[in-house]
């Protein structure tokens, strides 16, 4: 079984900078997306950005310009640099690899998810 295990949460203050990492246990095979979500209290968990193999990016609207994600191939390894960040980012933030196919031998990996908190 894979595991995504992520780091690089934080309490920050508003206007400054957290990096989030991500890592796969396993191998991860296939085209895939990797990527983060997130929840905050009260919230749906939603879709912060994802990143396929070949580089395709896909960003929500409110963190576009602010965020940028980015992935090691080689290490099964998925990054998130978040800048001018605001009290609205505060949530847990959870690493997410999915394949792009349905199916047999489709998966949809989670971490465990790690607290974003921005203070104003």
């Known amino acids: 079984q894979v595991q995504l295990v992520g780091s690089g949460g934080g309490l920050v203050q508003a206007g400054g900078s957290l990096r989030l990492s991500c890592a796969a246990s396993?191998?991860?095979?296939?085209?895939?997306?990797m990527g983060w979500y997130r929840q905050a209290p009260g919230k749906q968990r939603e879709l912060v950005a994802t990143?396929?193999?070949?580089?395709?990016?896909n960003y929500a609207g409110s963190v576009k310009g602010r965020f940028t994600i980015s992935r090691d191939n080689a290490k099964n390894a998925v990054y998130l640099q978040m800048n001018s960040l605001k009290p609205e980012d505060t949530a847990v933030y959870y690493c997410?690899?999915?394949?792009?196919?349905?199916?047999?031998?489709?998966?949809?990996?989670w971490g465990q998810g790690t607290q974003v908190t921005v203070s104003s």
């Open positions: 990143i396929t193999r070949s580089g395709r990016t």
């Open positions: 997410n690899a999915a394949s792009l196919w349905s199916g047999i031998g489709a998966y949809n990996y």
């Open positions: 396993g191998s991860i095979d296939g085209d895939n997306a």
